[in-house]
């Protein structure tokens, strides 16, 4: 009888895990992104911002939310490394892509980056979240700015590809998924924006359609 309580108790309050990857160019600030929701969201707290150094590989670090376990890996950025990236598409439950918001220099190079994350059919259904870091810099563009300056780039490059029917047929997927996307402005190191970018994966991952598949 005692089994068979402890049984269903732990029916009742286990916690479904999910899995959510950070990705984006080196410096966008994917590792402070992650050490702020350690600190905010466990007891131990995250690395400070002055200990934190290049990602050369992953970090992972695991929240617990109500009937919920989300688990984070933060994958390095720096253009040798971005060939792990799909590896962790298969399994991942929402995609977070972080973009310097500040660094004006490198947007064309993120949105490459970006737009290839998109082409991705791994992850074609999954959640995909665009965060505008460093929005605590007064260099900082605006998530409507961030928005419309992805918009721009995606359509010059519209413009200069060959017109063939089945990148047009890509391309009309990929349309789709930019009209949905949704941009939240993020400091990660402030932390401002982080709960509410949190609560936008914790929503998402519950309802993806990669959950859906696996059960």
Known sequence: MYHLLKGFHEYLTRKEEFSVIIIGLDGAGKTTLLEKIKTLYTDTPGLPPDKIGPTIGQNMGKITLPSTIIQFWDLGGQSGIRSIWPRYYDDCHAVAYVIDASD???????????????????????????????????DSLSVEEIRHDYEDWHQRKLESARRRYAAEMEMEHRRERIASL?????????????????DWLFIRVQNSRRREDQT
């Open 104 to 138: 004006r220099e490198r947007l064309s190079e993120g949105w490459e980056v970006f737009d290839n994350v998109l082409s991705s059919r791994q992850i074609l259904g999954v959640p995909l979240l665009l965060l505008a870091n460093k929005q605590d810099s007064p």
């Open 182 to 198: 949704d941009v939240m402005g993020i400091s990660a190191l402030e932390g401002s924006g982080v709960r509410e970018a949190v």
